[in-house]
């Protein structure tokens, strides 16, 4: 619960995570360093963990879609 937690968690999650520039579920491709810092501000570090986020991705070629789970950080 620490808040050198909090910033160590967002900074791996949008510095340094190899998939950074990769738009998320809310769309979002890269945080600015104000916004990082907020979101380590409202971020709160708890035993129960969020649930993966599933979105439906269409297969290339078929009308058939296929789940992908997303780890939330702040949902």
Do not use: C, E, F
Request: no cysteine; glycine share 6%.
């Amino acid at each position: 619960k620490s808040w050198y937690a909090k910033l160590l968690a967002t900074r791996r999650v949008t510095q340094d995570n190899r998939g950074k520039r990769t738009a998320g579920v809310d769309g979002l491709k890269s945080l600015t360093p104000p916004q990082r810092l907020r979101l380590a501000q409202t971020l709160s570090l708890s035993p129960k963990v969020h649930p993966v986020r599933r979105v439906w991705i269409p297969k290339p070629g078929t009308t058939d879609h296929r789940p992908l789970g997303i780890p939330m950080l702040y949902s």
